[in-house]
């Protein structure tokens, strides 16, 4: 049977999930791997929508084996699409179906669905190419456990002040021209949660790295890092890394963290990896 899911369906939806994306051939980029994870995030984005407009689901026997779900902005009519996720090969043929219903009840017509696809995951793949999106860019998720993570102190490193917020705008816009949070939006979220560490000699800025812990859910994302390009292949890059996961690794709730680098991104892949950062799963994003 195929059926909108309803808020109901939270804690079985949020187990199947996990389930699949504990599983390289079913996993989905947008939306985590823990049950915790995924069950806050369904109640936290999916906000343009009721969720029963947002997420479609096929029971069998009582039991979730199939469902997809649209993250919708109705801005642009895009959506990052969570899914399709599948129980196994044999539920894929529920699929068109259940496409065909979700977008039938947005509002307005979804223009761009976004998908992020585990390139092991060839039913999601398949799918996506059905329905007619193409291929534009492979991501590399990376991983570290507070139990890998050594901890390093640096004496130029210490939260952003005001001497250097005009050096970290400056420095950040520069290097993020067309990014989600601009310098302003960072600093208007800044709290004891959300901090800006700044790598400075000499009275002068040199780099940053913003990162915000959520203790609730125990997760902690490296938003941004950054390092002026005279100052560049000095260190200065792995030092911040690393002081930035000292920091959230100072929550007994965050355990391990996660981040997304495009695979083109050497220089980036590299830090990452120096700082004890292991790739664990290759992602294709799909529109």
Sequence with gaps: MIRMATTLDFEELAYFLSSCNANSRRH???????????RSTLRQEFSDLPFENSMIIAVE??????????????????????????????????????????CQQLPIALKHPQFFINIENEVAIAFTKNIGAKMSGHHYILHIERLNHKFESSKHIHKLDSNNVEGFQNLHDLAFPKTYYNAQTILSRLNENRVVFCYVDHEEIKGYVYVEADA?????????IAVDVRFRKQGIGRKLLLHGLDFLFTYDSIAEISLTVQRNESGAIHLYESAGFDIVHELVFMK
């Design 28 to 38: 989905i980029g947008y939306c985590g791997q823990g049950e915790q994870e995924i």
């Design 61 to 102: 026997n009582e039991q979730i084996v199939a469902a997809i779900g649209l993250d919708f902005d109705k801005d642009d009519q895009s959506a990052e699409v969570w899914g399709p996720f599948v129980q196994n090969d044999e539920t894929e043929v529920l699929l068109p179906e259940m496409w065909m219903k979700l």
């Design 216 to 224: 609730e859910n125990g997760e902690g994302t490296i938003e941004y």
